[in-house]
Structures are given as C-alpha cells and as structure tokens.
C-alpha cells in the first residue's frame, strides 16, 4: 500500500501554476457558453444597426423583400392573402394548423419581421425560420415564437419544442399586444438570436437544429380566431 505524502509549501505552489490557467480557461468557458445559452434579461434596447427600421423598411444592401409577389410563396387560399405588400392570415377553431411559407429554401440570413396577432389571450403564432413542411399542418423547424408563455421564445416544431423561453414575467414589458411588433433575427450556422421590439430575448447554439429550411408563418391549431398580418418582411442572406 504506498503511503501518501504531505503536501509541502513547493508541491503546492506546483499545483497552483497548473490549476490557475485550468481555472481560468474553465471559468471563460463557461462565461462565453451562459452568453449564448440565455437571453438577455436587462431590457435594455440592444438592437444592431441591421435590424433598423425605417418607415419599415431595413436600412443598408442586398435586402430581399419577401413580401413583393404571392408567386414565391407556398399558402392555402382559405387561410392567407397576399395584397399590396400585406400578408393577412385567418384561422377559427380548427383542429389543424396552417401554416405559409417561402417556396425558396435559406440557409444564413438576417431577417426583419413586422408582425400583429390580433385574438384572445390565447391564441398562438410564430415566425417561422428552416422550417421543412411535409403538408399545411407539418411544419418541424424553428419558430420565433409569439403567443401566451412563448412571445420571445425559441421553440422547435416537432422536435426539441422548447430550445430557449424568455421569462413570461418580463413579455408584457416588451410585447405590444393586438398590435405591431418588430422581431429581427440572425441565423447563422447554429447559432440562432433574435430581437423583440429591440430587446434580444434569444441566443443560443443549437446543434441539433436544421441549418436550413423556408420562412414562414403558423395559423395555430385549436385556438379561438386569430387574425396574424404582416407588413415588413426582408431576408438578407449571409455568406
């Protein structure tokens, strides 16, 4: 059985110089992965310079307006019109979802929304980002989610669900309801973070995510009626 030594004053000044840097190193990890892993709970107006609006539109280059034909988009006549820039979307108490969303297929992009969802405080909707339909109800990928218990929220549609909430407690302080609100979001790789009215309520690394998929936006399901509009809507992708 060996015998274990005492540490003296030299051993333990050797084991410093090795765990100090370790420490450090452990400690700027976790520093970093916790400014990725939550949303910024300040409230502060934290909006980059890409995400300005003005008179609804974004300010700089090679911005698409997503809204300027019918023809690039995927919808259900019954449920969503397109007129004049104005995308207008309608569902009552239906037991399916219905969703809209772009013909073309992104991988990085920003993107800036202005959005209402007029109803009840229950009813839900979402931006919708690489999303991958298989038909009007099924739509698995990201949401940028809006509604009761997810306005701020990052929630994946028939896979993780929940990825990121913003704190219920903080939304009525950010959100405008039954009327306009601004989301701005970045994808790029991974790493998804948007801005609600200027306030950054979702970042975070997601490995499991698609990395691509189509813009668009959620009727939900079983909901009283829900009237969701959208006036603004640029990508710019990024290379």
Same mark, same amino acid.
């Given at each position: 059985?060996?015998?274990?030594q005492?540490?003296?004053r030299?051993?333990?000044?050797?084991?410093w110089?090795?765990?100090l840097?370790?420490?450090?190193f452990?400690?700027?990890?976790f520093a970093?992965?916790?400014?990725?892993?939550?949303?910024?709970? #300040? +409230?502060?107006?934290?909006?980059?310079k =890409?995400?300005?609006?003005?008179?609804?539109?974004p300010?700089?280059?090679?911005? @698409?307006?997503?809204l300027?034909?019918?023809?690039d988009?995927n919808?259900?006549?019954?449920?969503?019109?397109?007129?004049?820039?104005?995308?207008h979307?309608?569902?009552?108490?239906?037991p399916?979802?219905?969703?809209?969303?772009t013909?073309?297929?992104?991988?990085?992009?920003?993107?800036?929304?202005m959005?209402k969802?007029?109803?009840?405080?229950?009813?839900?909707?979402?931006?919708?980002?690489?999303?991958?339909?298989?038909?009007?109800?099924d739509?698995?990928?990201?949401?940028?989610d809006?509604?009761k218990?997810?306005?701020? #929220? +990052?929630?994946?549609?028939r896979?993780a =669900?929940m990825?990121?909430?913003?704190?219920?407690?903080?939304v009525?302080?950010v @959100?405008?309801?039954?009327?306009w609100?601004?989301?701005?979001?970045?994808?790029?790789g991974h790493?998804i973070?948007?801005?609600?009215?200027?306030?950054?309520?979702?970042?975070?690394?997601?490995?499991?995510?698609?990395?691509?998929?189509?813009?668009?936006?959620q009727?939900?399901?079983?909901?009283?009626?829900?009237?969701?509009?959208?006036?603004?809507?640029?990508?710019?992708?990024?290379?």
């Amino acid at each position: 059985m060996a015998c274990l030594q005492p540490y003296t004053r030299k051993s333990l000044h050797c084991n410093w110089r090795y765990l100090l840097p370790i420490t450090i190193f452990l400690f700027l990890s976790f520093a970093w992965f916790s400014s990725l892993a939550q949303p910024d709970l #300040s +409230l502060k107006n934290t909006l980059p310079k =890409s995400g300005t609006l003005v008179h609804d539109k974004p300010v700089g280059k090679n911005w @698409v307006n997503l809204l300027a034909s019918a023809d690039d988009w995927n919808f259900e006549p019954a449920y969503w019109k397109m007129d004049n820039n104005l995308f207008h979307g309608e569902l009552g108490k239906e037991p399916q979802h219905h969703y809209s969303y772009t013909k073309k297929t992104y991988e990085d992009f920003e993107l800036n929304v202005m959005i209402k969802m007029v109803g009840d405080e229950n009813i839900n909707s979402g931006v919708c980002i690489r999303i991958n339909p298989t038909s009007w109800d099924d739509a698995p990928g990201y949401q940028i989610d809006m509604g009761k218990g997810y306005w701020g #929220s +990052l929630w994946e549609e028939r896979r993780a =669900s929940m990825v990121q909430k913003f704190p219920d407690s903080l939304v009525s302080k950010v @959100v405008k309801y039954n009327d306009w609100n601004h989301y701005y979001i970045i994808a790029k790789g991974h790493h998804i973070q948007a801005w609600l009215n200027g306030v950054k309520t979702i970042d975070i690394v997601h490995d499991a995510g698609f990395s691509s998929g189509k813009i668009g936006f959620q009727l939900c399901h079983l909901h009283d009626h829900t009237v969701v509009e959208v006036k603004s809507l640029y990508l710019r992708e990024l290379k």
